[in-house]
């Protein structure tokens, strides 16, 4: 006797007891809707249905059904959609089939279950899953045949390709409408007859003519546009986890079938025009809301290369752009989009890069800058050597993150999602009730107002409430340069109500910036005073000589880097040196005292061996908008704090303690850590840049890193500040304000809807055709609601 269930293969719970004789054999199943489906197919003589499944069913659990899948057994096109990470391996994957958020809840439950898979987040606003397994114990192929086992069909996904399978699905979707628009027209013309006949005398041979036209039209409406809500209720029934599928199935399927018995005995009622219109705007509900999420959720990056030139032996070629390799020279035309990450070998261009830090600015690109994919070239022809591909690039890591940070819902998802399970059981269980009263009271509209029970109280406007607002604004901060990277952070962010600042890198920009020149030798300039320095420092890989790289180098030979003290070489048969006080003294130079700062700036000398020839005043200076950030902080009712490892004549140099509310220098990593734990308000955000910030970034409630931070800072951080520009920061607070109040207008609108026409369905005041319409437009004005959020 088999422990699995006969229809659906799952395991048949201890101690229960459901069985049926069919094909001459005992049938046992795990539910009685499996049962009820076993013996329809039998009774239908579809039979064979069964035959088939088992004679294909090894193959469809073992072999690849998925044969897009199949192609990333090559290398090529497995480096281009998975990115290979030391936690494992993370592919982003499109998916078919998602109707709300039950359904994400489902994917993420299954496939947690999975051997060898780490984890998985799915967004429902864009039906993406992001999903990270240890390839030593499953492999993508198998993910997608679980996927697929479960009745979800999945897509590999990459940046720039949701267009294409939106558009797909748009047009399927377009097609079912107009066969359900078609047909309730036809339908109701038919009907209008009927309803005509009634009043004024009709021949029953006419009549039953009539009824025959609205079968005709209705079947392929029935049949073939309500298909995604039946897939759905039979995937609810095999995975004994309901969605709105399964009532409004139930809803379509018996008034279709009761019609059709009246029409066959030719007597009773036939709502072939209320099953029409109820499929028509059902689907039209769903098609806006899919247009109306597409349009905030859709992909702002302009579409990658699909052939790209590259460098071969110096002859040029023309390649498919996932052929490209690291190490290749490759070349784009001015106005084209960078489609890999790399090293610039041209002198420079400009760089268009809003599709990643959301500035709109170009930037001036040197030779041997890193260059990121999706980014624009803006200037001329330039050639790119090929550092990072696929899902390697920091184009497709950004994704990934804002797909996770999507995919990890905020408490209130999280109850939503646990609810709507009980919640479509109690829909079934009150349209029951319902149906049996109306019966009792011998109402002959019964049937139609357990109808409008089943429909009215779909709670698709209340799933949709928290992820769409959560996607949109997600989205508007991508694009302000503001990446979130955990799901928590909008929700903490709406409470924060104490800012903690490091200074360097942070509330000042990280690097030296030359504050003064002064000339020590009236025969040279300021500009060949640089050029020299330039000439000098040009191959350093020292922060110092950072500052140096964007002028002009002069010819240098005999580069010698001085440990500790500075550089020297020699220009134009003369010997150089650069570098500080201690260099300049080991020469017998005589640096005055009057030239050194009691402030906390660095002076550098340029010198020959004779005599000194120019000061150079090196300093970290403070963002613009630093100041006027903090103040409007403070206006806001925020505390703001600096938190800072410098030392107190350091810190006072470039920031004035009045700004602040607390004043804290010479703090080392876990006193920075200690403070923080020390505060009575745990709503505090953290925004830091280096790896003494890392302990206060990890124990913050939430942490911002700045988009130069370090790898360390980023990973331990709960967003990224990529546009490098403080004024974002009260931006994205109130940004989450916003959407807090979004999420609250769209949960009482839902859940005020629910509770206001259940009563008036369950008085058989609500037919079923309003009940959908009503249906549809709440969740298309919960989504509306939201992309309000579009605008920061």
Avoid at 259 to 282: K, P, R
Avoid at 328 to 343: K, L, N, R, S
């Amino acid at each position: 006797m088999s422990n699995l269930c006969y229809h659906c293969g799952d395991p048949i719970p201890a101690g229960l007891d459901i069985a049926s004789e069919l094909q001459n054999q005992r049938r046992e199943f795990c539910c009685f809707g499996c049962q009820a489906i076993a013996e329809h197919i039998c009774g239908a003589d579809l039979s064979l249905y069964y035959e088939r499944r088992d004679n294909s069913k090894g193959a469809r659990i073992n072999e690849d059904n998925s044969p897009v899948f199949a192609l990333l057994s090559d290398k090529a096109l497995y480096d281009q959609y998975v990115h290979q990470g030391e936690d494992g391996h993370v592919i982003q994957v499109s998916l078919t089939g998602i109707t709300c958020s039950a359904c994400a809840w489902l994917i993420e439950k299954h496939l947690s279950q999975q051997q060898g898979v780490l984890s998985v987040h799915v967004n429902l606003s864009s039906a993406i899953a992001t999903i990270t397994w240890n390839p030593a114990e499953t492999n993508v192929q198998e993910l997608a045949k679980q996927l697929l086992y479960i009745g979800y069909v999945a897509q590999p996904y990459l940046p720039g390709e949701q267009d294409t399978l939106q558009r797909q699905e748009k047009k399927r979707a377009i097609i079912r409408l107009g066969i359900a628009g078609v047909g309730m027209m036809q339908v109701m013309m038919s009907a209008i007859a009927m309803y005509a006949g009634d009043l004024q005398g009709m021949d029953d041979i006419y009549r039953q003519l009539l009824r025959w036209i609205s079968f005709i039209f209705a079947t392929p409406v029935v049949i073939y546009a309500g298909l995604p809500f039946y897939r759905g209720a039979l995937r609810d029934l095999k995975n004994r986890h309901f969605t709105m599928d399964l009532p409004v199935s139930i809803g379509v399927l018996l008034a279709y079938a009761s019609s059709v018995l009246a029409l066959y005995m030719e007597s009773g009622h036939v709502y072939f025009d209320s099953v029409t219109m109820f499929i028509f705007f059902l689907l039209l509900g769903r098609f806006l809301e899919a247009v109306a999420r597409s349009y905030h959720v859709a992909d702002r990056h302009q579409a990658p290369l699909t052939a790209v030139k590259v460098v071969k032996d110096q002859t040029e070629s023309t390649i498919p752009l996932q052929q490209l390799q690291t190490g290749d020279v490759a070349i784009i035309e001015p106005g084209q989009t960078f489609p890999v990450d790399g090293i610039l070998l041209s002198d420079f261009t400009s760089v268009d890069e809003s599709s990643l830090t959301g500035e709109y600015t170009p930037v001036t690109k040197q030779q041997g800058a890193n260059i990121h994919a999706q980014t624009v070239n803006v200037d001329q022809q330039v050639q790119l050597q090929v550092t990072e591909v696929g899902q390697n690039t920091k184009a497709a890591a950004i994704s990934r993150i804002t797909e996770r940070a999507l995919g990890e819902k905020p408490r209130v998802a999280i109850i939503a999602d646990k609810v709507a399970h009980y919640f479509v059981i109690a829909i079934l269980i009150t349209a029951s009730l319902t149906y049996g009263f109306w019966s009792w009271m011998g109402e002959p509209e019964a049937y139609w107002i357990m109808v409008s029970v089943l429909v009215v109280t779909c709670p698709c406007a209340l799933s949709l409430a928290t992820p769409v607002a959560l996607t949109t604004v997600t989205n508007a901060l991508k694009g302000a340069g503001f990446l979130i990277t955990r799901g928590h952070v909008i929700e903490a962010l709406a409470k924060t109500q104490h800012i903690v600042f490091d200074k360097t890198g942070t509330l000042t920009y990280g690097s030296f910036s030359i504050t003064q020149i002064e000339l020590l030798e009236n025969a040279l300039s300021s500009e060949q005073a640089l050029t020299l320095i330039s000439g000098l420092e040009q191959h350093s890989k020292h922060p110092i000589a950072k500052t140096f790289q964007q002028f002009a180098p002069a010819s240098v030979s005999h580069l010698q880097n001085l440990a500790s003290q500075g550089v020297t070489g020699i220009i134009h048969g003369d010997t150089y040196y650069f570098g500080n006080q201690t260099l300049m003294e080991s020469l017998g130079l005589r640096v005055p005292a009057s030239t050194v700062s009691g402030k906390a700036q660095l002076e550098l000398y340029l010198a020959t061996a004779s005599q000194l020839l120019a000061k150079v005043t090196l300093c970290d200076i403070l963002r613009p908008e630093a100041r006027t950030v903090i103040e409007s902080l403070r206006q806001q009712g925020i505390r703001v704090s600096l938190l800072t490892g410098d030392t107190l004549e350091s810190a006072h140099s470039i920031l004035e303690p009045e700004w602040f509310d607390d004043f804290k220098t010479s703090c080392l990593p876990d006193q920075k850590w200690q403070w923080l734990q020390a505060q009575d308000s745990k709503d505090i955000l953290m925004v830091g840049d280096g790896l003494n910030d890392v302990p206060a970034l990890a124990g913050a409630t939430t942490s911002l890193a700045m988009g130069a931070s370090s790898d360390l800072a980023k990973l331990h951080s709960d967003a990224i500040l990529l546009s490098e520009h403080l004024s974002t920061i009260p931006t994205a607070l109130k940004a989450a304000k916003r959407c807090r109040q979004i999420i609250q207008q769209n949960l009482i609108w839902a859940a005020g809807y629910n509770a206001t026409l259940l009563p008036l369905a369950i008085a058989g005041w609500i037919p079923p055709w309003v009940a959908a319409i009503g249906m549809a437009l709440s969740s298309l004005i919960v989504v509306v609601n939201a992309t309000r959020l579009n605008k920061l």
